[in-house]
């Protein structure tokens, strides 16, 4: 058991070095991105933004109705897939 452990211990500390350093360059290419979106880009996101949570009050507000007239309607199982 000791020598499993004495092995696993720099495995996983290697693992998570590696996963550091691609997430920080994930988000360092993320921001890269944004710098160089132009004006129109960021409108565009901006709106698509209000549009997804408009929509997203929409299906809040569908669900509640659909809680309110059919309680059970999460339990049954979709047959459609």
């Known amino acids: 058991m000791e020598d499993i452990l004495g092995l696993m211990i720099p495995i996983i500390a290697i693992v998570m070095g590696i996963g550091y350093g691609m997430l920080k ?30 929509l997203d009050r929409r299906v809040n507000v569908l669900e509640s109705i659909l809680d309110d007239e059919v309680p059970s309607w999460r339990d049954q199982d979709d047959k459609t897939i």
Do not use: N
Request: charged share 35%.
């Open 25 to 54: 360059s994930y988000f360092k290419h993320k921001e890269r991105m944004m710098d160089h979106m132009s004006g129109d880009q960021i409108a565009e996101l901006e709106r698509m933004s209000r549009v997804a949570d408009i």
